[in-house]
């Protein structure tokens, strides 16, 4: 196949947020195409077979307009790009910056980052109930927790719910010092994490005590209606079918509900059955209750992360298959047996 080049000009003031740290993204997708990439001043020259050219150039040519909308280019990004031109769909990484939520208290944008997240926060919108399944790193409780600072913001409910079930991750915490609150404490840190950061502090802490903002485990709903409020239901794969059914029916006038869980990471007591799996079960072909289920590929922490995610989900693969080949196995025993 014979050699081309394909040479365009690109904004130089853009050229070391796209091309990254001693060229680090650059050299990422002359991997991912086979091409190479030579600089001379303001011009780009790709050299490679066409259909290659081809690809590269609409990578850049996303994220050099990611970069002109003033967004800081990560290696997340690039990795969405690449993979995006791939399967074809690589205008839609502009599109998807297009949709902004709100801005943290440090006025950083958030968005969505992948065509799911994109998904998901559109369910959230149109949606009077959600949920939102994915393994870790895919922006479930943060992107839930913008939007129900937002719609508060904008007077749409009148109080945010955020909740979880107090259930320790795999290790007995035993007798923990101080007050109830302080005692519950760290099963929600991740629930003040996200709102510290998007609401500031102080208005968090003004808007909790006026009981506008409330962060509770999951027993405390009980025997509760919540109208007008925007609720979070965080890590819902530890809750019992008891207490989905509880939380779910808790539910009054005027309000949102967002369940957030990862059906591979159940802390319950073996043999327990989630009350998340029951529920998406039960409630699948409800009208107006969304079930959006995010993959590796929305995974928007550190590269690393979604390597491991994926790593994993193809081991629990590799399992199940090998279980479901010893049950067949087990079965044709039993049966010439008979």
């Known amino acids: 196949m014979s050699l081309m080049e394909r040479t365009i000009d690109i904004p130089v ?3 070391s947020n796209v091309f990254g740290q001693f060229d680090m993204y650059m050299k990422k997708i002359e991997r991912a195409f086979g091409v190479t990439v030579v600089i001379r001043e303001n011009n780009m020259k790709i050299l490679g077979n066409e259909q290659d050219i081809q690809k590269a150039l609409r990578v850049f040519t996303q994220l050099f307009e990611l970069s002109k909308r003033g967004n800081q280019i990560t290696e997340q990004n690039v990795d969405y790009a690449i993979s995006l031109t791939f399967e074809e769909k690589e205008s839609a990484i502009v599109e998807i910056d297009k949709e902004l939520i709100c801005h943290t208290i440090n006025g950083k944008p958030v968005k969505p980052k992948t065509l799911g997240q994109k998904k998901y926060v559109d369910e959230i919108r149109n949606k009077m109930i959600v949920f939102g399944m994915g393994p870790a790193g895919t922006g479930k409780t943060y992107l839930a927790m913008a939007m129900a600072i937002t719609a508060f913001k904008n007077e749409e409910v009148n109080r945010i719910i955020l909740t979880r079930p107090a259930i320790e991750a ?27 950061q998007i609401m500031g502090a102080d208005s968090f802490q003004k808007n909790m005590e006026k009981g506008l903002i409330e962060v509770a485990p999951l027993a405390y709903m009980r025997g509760r209606t919540l109208d007008n409020a925007f609720i979070i239901l965080d890590e819902a794969q530890n809750t019992t079918p008891a207490q989905m059914k509880m939380f779910l029916t808790r539910i009054g006038f005027g309000s949102k509900v967002v369940v957030t869980g990862d059906a591979t990471q159940k802390d319950l007591a073996p043999g327990a059955t989630s009350g998340l799996d029951v529920a998406l079960r039960v409630l699948k072909n409800v009208e107006d209750i969304g079930i959006c289920r995010l993959s590796s590929a929305d995974v928007v922490r550190h590269p690393l992360v979604q390597k491991i995610v994926k790593a994993y989900e193809e081991y629990e693969k590799k399992e199940t298959k090998g279980k479901e080949k010893n049950r067949n196995r087990s079965r044709k025993k039993t049966d010439a047996g008979r």
């Open 170 to 196: 795999g290790e007995k915490l035993g007798f923990l010092p101080g007050d109830l609150q302080s005692k519950i404490d760290p099963y929600l840190r991740p629930l003040y994490d996200a709102l510290y």
């Open 13 to 15: 003031e853009h050229m």
